[in-house]
């Protein structure tokens, strides 16, 4: 677009003091959490401060060594916070590469700057794929927005000079100058745009199961303690010394510690991988989401093509020279888009029409045209075939129909009419055949997802069977069910959405029906687009994924942004999904067993005449080499296995027969430690050996099958725990054990072989 000098740009000094005065379009809140803001979050955690009470709760007994426990809280809060500063480093700096910009006039020249550098007074040029990110008024130009973040309606709206646009609206075609009259704070920029980029928050099974251990173990935990040292303490007669210890070392045992740090830094970790491979996550979540998806939607151009066309020919019906027109239109038109470049690129040097356009129709998903009046030169139209010539498509139906039906694109080119407001096609002149592109490695991404089960559904503007021929040379499973989105009602779009695979024509509101009928049925729904109709329903996805390449306001829509805009990116992102969800599913288990068995032993023994058998000193050893050692390094392994669909079934199962098994063996101790006539320190010992082996058996079974790794994780932590009893009985308050409580040790501990054989079973039954 041409600057006119009569607009009031502003000159770098100008737009510096008005920067320096607080008007600069400057969001008053960051999108992502300050360094600060991360080592704070993770510090003043419910967790932490809980631990810290019963720290001060220790102290109070003089013994200092059961504060051992907060070792562990203290390397969970370092570790955890260490990978969140480093995943907002690697984001914040692949953001840079996505961050919104604007093309602003200063000092009478067009330059490109991030919008956080304009300021109010400033003359922007927005065109097709530019989000609106502050308020101002229409100088020169026209372009149609699409308004649906603030009005709720995505029908487009055409603005031409003196309309008011607003932030967070995005322009779907056309070009136009802009000057700003509200930034930052005092526009919708704040708001609206914060909303395209977050959209709602990621759909997470992890987190949500995560939060209702958090609130279970708050309800029940220090009502738990408070009755266990009445009980020892009363009941009993216990001194303040012996009811205090094993107390915290109860409320120790119910915290699932690290459980929550280590969901959040398997995700960071997830993070930063998939930052090195060129994927900016913008939501932490998000990776669990696509792991997830049975479902994945897609647009043609810009996933299965890459988004260049190129001109395959032209047929002309009475001899004209199609091309050139269709290029006329385009020089008057601005050429905002891959078909208009590739017209423009053949045919715009011959020039058969001289004058001027009287008036232009810009490009717009919902015309599917484009059209421009040159007076007495004629008036003409280019678009797709049955929308440029409506009810008289008929009559060349099937004459495009042979041209598209291996994927090529068939523009119609007509001599219409103009009457102030509409235009209308008169009579057809040919077609400009187009091809697409498409992308090297598609076929072997469509192949990975047809194994893992993932429904391919292929959503375009273009024609159907266009749609499906370029569909079906990707390699997508089938592409030949196809429908024409155009000719159905949402009802009957809805009714389509699960057994059908490819659409055509499909408006961008009709994108949003497909995707939430799918999630109607049931399914989880992933979404890839680049362009500025993908952005409704990337918004209503449960996992969405952008282009880079493509408009700005998809990619702040999205998720998940592929900053190579490689489509045959994705099957990475899933793995990593895949390898957090089963490695935090594993590690859950290993946590959740000894918060299943401390709180079920608690409530036992709030009935029963025995004394809490651990010392919190030993409940760390424990879940040091049972959970929280182990817990860090199986969540860095390698484990693309398909993600179960029931995560907290799947993780109650495991725990709960660790729990059992630990239970059982407790409870046999101090029953028949009783008969025996052995001491409680004595009881304490044999309790400790044979959990922290029941414990060790529950870890080797979430690890099998075995490998290198893994096993070199279990008999690290055996040998780690077996030689602390060993050589730091003492410190770990154990004490040597006589012949009858050897006996009774040895004689329990193989029914912690129960959890392998049932596992052992588990794994043939899944072989099979």
Avoid at 189 to 195: V, Y
Avoid at 214 to 242: A, C, E, R
Avoid at 428 to 453: M, S
């Amino acid at each position: 677009m041409k600057i006119d000098p009569s607009w009031p740009a502003l000159s770098s000094e100008e737009a510096k003091r008005l920067a320096d005065e607080g008007k600069a379009n400057v969001s008053p809140s960051s999108a992502s959490k300050s360094n600060k803001q991360i080592w704070i979050s993770n510090l003043f955690t419910f967790y932490n401060m809980l631990n810290v009470v019963l720290a001060v709760l220790v102290i109070t007994t003089g013994s200092y060594r059961n504060m051992l426990f907060l070792g562990i809280v203290i390397s969970n809060f370092l570790i955890g916070t260490i990978q969140e500063l480093r995943a907002k480093k690697t984001v914040d700096s692949l953001s840079v590469l996505t961050a919104p910009t604007a093309r602003a006039i200063r000092d009478g020249k067009e330059v490109v700057l991030p919008c956080k550098e304009l300021v109010l007074g400033d003359v922007v040029l927005v065109g097709a794929g530019d989000q609106i990110t502050a308020d101002g008024t229409v100088l020169g130009g026209e372009a149609r927005l699409n308004e649906s973040l603030i009005t709720g309606e995505s029908d487009a709206v055409l603005k031409t000079a003196g309309d008011k646009l607003f932030s967070g609206s995005f322009v779907i075609s056309g070009e136009c100058a802009v000057l700003l009259t509200a930034v930052g704070a005092e526009s919708y920029a704040e708001k609206l745009t914060a909303e395209a980029k977050k959209l709602k928050t990621a759909k997470s099974v992890l987190k949500t199961t995560m939060t209702k251990i958090i609130k279970t173990v708050t309800v029940f935990i220090v009502p738990m303690g408070v009755f266990t040292f009445w009980n020892h303490y009363v009941d009993q007669g216990l001194s303040y010394v012996d009811s205090m210890i094993p107390t915290v070392a109860a409320m120790v045992g119910m915290i699932p510690d690290g459980l929550y740090l280590l969901t959040s830094m398997s995700f960071a970790v997830g993070v930063v991988r998939l930052a090195q491979k060129r994927t900016l996550v913008q939501q932490l979540y998000s990776l669990e989401s696509l792991a997830r998806a049975d479902v994945l939607c897609l647009d043609k151009t810009g996933t299965i093509t890459s988004g260049n066309m190129k001109i395959k020919g032209t047929v002309s019906f009475e001899g004209d020279d199609i091309g050139a027109l269709a290029a006329e239109i385009y020089l008057a038109v601005p050429a905002d888009n891959a078909t208009a470049k590739a017209i423009v690129d053949a045919f715009g040097s011959r020039n058969p029409i001289e004058k001027a356009a009287l008036h232009a129709l810009p490009f717009s998903s919902a015309l599917k045209y484009v059209a421009a009046d040159f007076g007495e030169e004629g008036c003409y139209m280019l678009g797709a075939p049955e929308f440029v010539l409506g009810e008289e498509f008929a009559d060349i139906r099937k004459k495009a129909a042979e041209y598209s039906a291996d994927g090529t694109r068939v523009l119609a080119l007509c001599r219409g009419k103009f009457d102030g407001k509409l235009y209308k096609a008169e009579k057809p002149l040919g077609f400009i055949l187009i091809e697409d592109e498409i992308r090297p490695n598609v076929a072997g991404t469509f192949e990975y997802f047809r194994k893992n089960d993932v429904a391919i559904k292929v959503i375009s503007g273009d024609n159907p069977a266009a749609v499906s021929a370029v569909a079906k040379k990707a390699g997508v499973i089938g592409a030949e069910n196809f429908v024409d989105a155009s000719a159905l009602s949402d009802e009957e779009l809805s009714a389509a959405a699960e057994k059908t695979t490819v659409f055509g024509r499909v408006s961008p509101e009709q994108k949003r029906v497909i995707v939430k009928a799918l999630q109607n049925c049931g399914h989880t729904v992933a979404m890839t687009g680049d362009g500025v109709n993908d952005v409704l329903a990337l918004k209503d996805a449960d996992c969405s994924v952008a282009m880079a390449s493509g408009a700005q306001a998809a990619s702040h829509a999205a998720q998940l942004v592929l900053l190579d805009s490689d489509f045959s990116a994705m099957p990475e992102v899933v793995l990593e999904g895949r390898r957090v969800i089963n490695n935090i599913q594993r590690a859950a288990s290993l946590f959740l067993m000894k918060t299943i068995y401390t709180f079920a032993l608690t409530a036992i023994l709030l009935f029963a005449p025995f004394a809490y058998p651990f010392v919190p000193i030993q409940m760390t050893l424990i879940g040091a080499v049972a959970s929280g050692i182990p817990g860090i390094f199986l969540a860095l392994e390698p484990n693309f296995k398909r993600v179960p669909k029931r995560f907290m079934s799947t993780v109650l199962k495991r725990a709960a027969l660790g729990a059992a098994t630990v239970l059982f063996g407790v409870m046999a101790v101090l029953i028949i430690g009783e008969g025996l006539g052995l001491t409680i320190d004595e009881c304490s010992t044999i309790c400790t050996a044979y959990t922290g082996t029941a414990s060790l058996m529950t870890l080797l079974c979430s690890c099998m099958p075995l490998n290198k790794y893994k096993a070199a994780i279990v008999i690290a932590s055996t040998v780690i725990f077996f030689g602390g009893l060993s050589l730091f009985g003492e410190l770990f308050m154990l004490v040597p054990l006589s012949a009858p409580g050897r006996i009774l040790l040895l004689s329990l501990l193989p029914f912690t072989l129960i959890q392998l054989i049932v596992r052992g079973n588990q794994l043939r039954k899944e072989k099979n």
